[in-house]
């Protein structure tokens, strides 16, 4: 449930990476979490969430990878919840596209991919994804980067009652 409340453990603090500066001890809900991992890329709102949901980093990665298998994709394997590389961590941008795809039908998702800006705490996250204000019809996209995968672009645009998903990977100019 997006109310419930998830406690800041200090390893959730302390992954590398983008964060969204959780307080070690602090306690967010789950909406907030995950609108500080899609749009400041919070690592430490990853972490938190996985040991939230399924106790632990490895086993949230287990669920995901069940989520891949269901949704038949064939060039994906998670090691982790923040994206961070990893020796069997790996995806694909058709895969990726599938995967967003997927995830536009919940509702909550799509109002959280499409947010520009959103509050925890006083501070305030803006998405990265700069289509969302340049792009007539865009709504929503993430943003990544790691050293393996370079800089990871996904946005999805309504047009015409079609939504269309772009997915770029190690594109230094995806915009």
Same mark, same amino acid.
């Given at each position: 449930s997006l109310e419930e409340n998830v406690s800041v453990k200090s390893e959730h603090t302390k992954v590398e990476g983008s964060s969204m500066y959780l307080r070690c001890g602090g306690e967010y809900t789950v909406e907030d979490l995950l609108h500080g991992l899609m749009l400041a890329s919070g690592n430490d709102a990853a972490a938190a969430l996985a040991d939230h949901v399924a106790g632990s980093m490895e086993d949230f990665a287990a669920l995901m990878n069940e989520k891949c298998r269901e949704l038949s994709l064939e060039n994906t394997h998670f090691e982790n919840a923040h994206g961070l590389d990893g020796e &069997? +961590?790996?995806? #694909?941008? $058709?895969?990726?596209?599938?995967?967003?795809?997927?995830?536009? =039908? &919940? =509702? #909550?998702?799509? $109002? @959280?991919? #499409?947010?520009? #800006?959103?509050?925890?705490?006083?501070?305030?996250? +803006? &998405? +990265? &994804?700069?289509?969302?204000?340049?792009?007539? %019809?865009? @709504? %929503? %996209?993430?943003?990544?980067?790691t050293k393996k995968a370079g800089r990871v672009l996904v946005s999805c645009v309504e047009r015409e009652s079609m939504r269309l998903i772009c997915v770029t990977i190690s594109d230094p100019d995806d915009w």
């Open positions: &069997n +961590h790996y995806s #694909s941008a $058709r895969d990726l596209a599938l995967l967003t795809a997927a995830a536009m =039908e &919940n =509702e #909550s998702f799509c $109002r @959280i991919f #499409s947010c520009a #800006s959103y509050s925890v705490d006083g501070k305030v996250y +803006h &998405n +990265h &994804n700069k289509l969302l204000d340049s792009l007539p %019809g865009c @709504i %929503g %996209g993430k943003t990544g980067y």
